[in-house]
């Protein structure tokens, strides 16, 4: 289903975090069921930190290809745009060399403004935005930058982010050992699970108050 309508938007990312949702409770319960068996709990509670970073990445990058394949369906043109989805309607036409020091080389970009400010907009509706395989504080804000989300909302999450939920999973990840707590994991749980919550939130209210448009 084409996601054209403010509703089909939401009931397809109402989905995305209710599937996520469903299967890191059932993996709360089975960490939770093994407290009394440190081996089993160690190994449960690994799997559960690499599984809410994947949860977490996951759902960043589908709802932002969700929002952007909403607004591409609108067939706006790029005059018709907000600057952030104008830029990366332009970065999309564009291959920005940062090399690039020679006046002819900025000769794209005036065309781009000369040429295609009237012409449908391009967004990456199909592969959304990068998450660069590792969703630091950093690369969260580029990207909430890009669907004009405020990052302040996620700011104080900032040191979550970094130091418990990406750290862990690269600890994991790269096969070191890491003893997760049973009570650690279920705080890291309600954490992610109310990020997303939010980001969905935003992704809505952007696009029930049109803040896509210029």
Known sequence: MKLRTVDQLSNRINDELAWRKKELSDLKYIIESGANNISRRNVASRCGIALLYAHWEGFVKKCTQYYFEFVQLKKLKNNQLSPHLLTLSLKGKINFSPEAKKASAYNEIINFFLNEVES???LPHKTGISTESNLTSTVLKEILWCIDIDYSLFEAKEKFIDMVLVNKRNTIAHGEDLIIDVAEYIEMRTVVVGMM??????????AVLESYLK
């Open 120 to 122: 449908r907009a391009i």
């Open 197 to 206: 919550s939010l980001l969905k939130t935003e992704i809505e209210n952007n």
